[in-house]
């Protein structure tokens, strides 16, 4: 059967007009000014209404075990709400534990998704480097896994030494993997929470102090003389502070093939609510932390010039109620993260399109197309083109809500957006030509997600 959407204002990250994608089964078959559908053809009215492509989050943690817990999303959750938020694509942070079999936390993940609404991949966690961690990350890769995660944090849990750091770098070059890295010095961070702690400043208000702008610049820096003396190329995930983007700029002169990531809470919101009476603040508290608020023109700026290349989300849902609440008394205890898949697309719109900050293509670029290009999903995904997989996304600029935990479909007992108004949303999202969301509400089919394969392309 073929679907027709029809009279919308096209937008891509290079193209944008007023017409017509015609969709048969999965794909996408032709677009233009003007389609003739076939006779039996559905036909969905776009008038008025922008058609996206599918947006593409590259990083989220939906299984997670962390902190002696475990975030409280599941496929079947997570993606709903991704759907919801015009998100048709999950790239997941697979994420061992140094004890763990790779290959067996791997089998693990792939499981979770089975019941996914939208479709998803991974990047393969290496939190150890040793014989058996390169023979299974050589299978991983056989098997559609084209990029890598490490982190220069979390000492003793994920967090790598510098010669398995090396050594990742070095297969990565050889397989022609990317390898996104979270990118703050593990040492600073333990001595800088030793003494605040012993200082009796134990409030989540002090998580930021403890890990400053310059602890996550020193982290980038240091993870870019090992991508340069390597070959490697390098993606910076939740980039949080111009110190950081400098140590970026400075490595792309050298010749670096790096890329940088910010997450949609670093662009609204700011330290001052991690410094909310009561505890409140722990609901804000992610690693990197949420800055000075004279941050965000930084971020925007380098958004708006591509310095940043993609906007995701790092969602990490913990309950405020007995999980959040594990570090009253010790901020170094509160499980991080800020659940925002449902949320990113619809804030990087109010705040950024429609506040005048960035324009259609940046958005649908940083939102989309950049994340598919840089991890082997590009044209398949990130795009509406004849062949590209039918991932669309009709948008209504000129809907207006509020953002509830009351209503929301993430599996978590608060928002960090509670309130706050919006300017357009995703009012009906298609995966793969099947329509999963109508009226801003899920409608679809849990398990219709498929797991992307992908190609090594960064050699």
């Known amino acids: 059967m073929s679907l027709l959407i029809q009279g919308g204002r096209i937008v891509t990250a290079d ?96 499981g979770k998704g089975e019941r996914s609404a939208c479709d998803y991949t991974f990047h393969m966690g290496v939190s150890r480097f040793d014989g058996g961690a390169e023979s299974a990350i050589r299978e991983i890769a056989n098997r559609g896994v084209a990029s890598l995660k490490v982190f220069l944090a979390y000492k003793g849990a994920f967090g790598v030494d510098d010669g398995e750091l090396f050594a990742t770098l070095s297969l990565a070059k050889e397989l022609g993997l990317i390898v996104t890295a979270h990118c703050e010095n593990e040492t600073l961070v333990a001595e800088l929470q030793k003494r605040l702690l012993a200082e009796g400043k134990t409030g989540p208000e002090w998580h930021e102090p403890s890990r400053p702008p310059r602890v996550e610049a020193e982290g980038v820096h240091h993870l870019m003389t090992f991508a340069e003396l390597t070959g490697a190329h390098v993606y910076c995930v939740h980039t949080s502070c111009g110190e950081a983007l400098a140590a970026v700029q400075a490595a792309h002169l050298r010749g670096v093939n790096a890329w940088v990531e910010t997450v949609i809470p670093y662009l609204v919101v700011d330290k001052s609510y991690a410094e909310l009476p009561d505890f409140e603040g722990a609901k804000y508290v992610m690693s990197p932390p949420l800055r000075d608020v004279r941050q965000q023109p930084t971020l925007w700026n380098a958004l708006r010039s591509r310095l940043i290349s993609t906007v995701a989300t790092d969602h990490a849902p913990f309950d405020f109620a007995g999980q959040k609440e594990m570090g009253r008394g010790d901020f170094t205890q ?33 939102a989309s197309t950049q994340a598919a290009k840089l991890f082997g999903l590009y044209p398949r995904k990130g795009a509406i083109a004849a062949g590209s997989d039918a991932d669309v996304v009709v948008w209504d600029p000129d809907y207006r809500g509020r953002i509830s935990a009351a209503d929301q479909e993430m599996d978590v007992d608060y928002s960090a957006f509670e309130g706050w108004e919006i ?30 394969r992908r190609e090594p392309t960064h050699f």
């Open 15 to 110: 193209a944008d007009f007023i017409g017509d994608v015609l969709i048969d089964g999965e794909t996408i078959s032709a677009l233009g000014p003007q389609v003739a559908p076939p006779a039996d053809a559905e036909i969905i009215d776009a008038a008025g209404k922008f058609v996206f492509p599918g947006f593409i989050d590259p990083h989220v943690h939906i299984y997670l075990p962390f902190m002696g817990t475990f975030a409280k999303d599941t496929y079947e959750s997570a993606s709903r709400a991704a759907l919801v938020g015009g998100t048709t694509t999950l790239i997941e942070m697979c994420c061992p534990a140094r004890s763990d079999d790779p290959l067996e936390a791997f089998e693990l993940w792939l």
């Open 334 to 366: 509160i499980p991080n993260g800020i659940p925002s898949v449902e949320n990113r697309v619809t804030l990087l719109y109010t705040h950024g399109v429609a506040a005048g900050r960035i324009d259609l293509a940046t958005f649908v670029d940083a």
């Open 423 to 452: 300017a357009g949303r995703a009012e009906t999202v298609l995966v793969r030509g099947k329509v999963q969301v109508q009226g801003g509400k899920f409608t679809g089919e849990l398990g219709h997600g498929q797991f992307l």
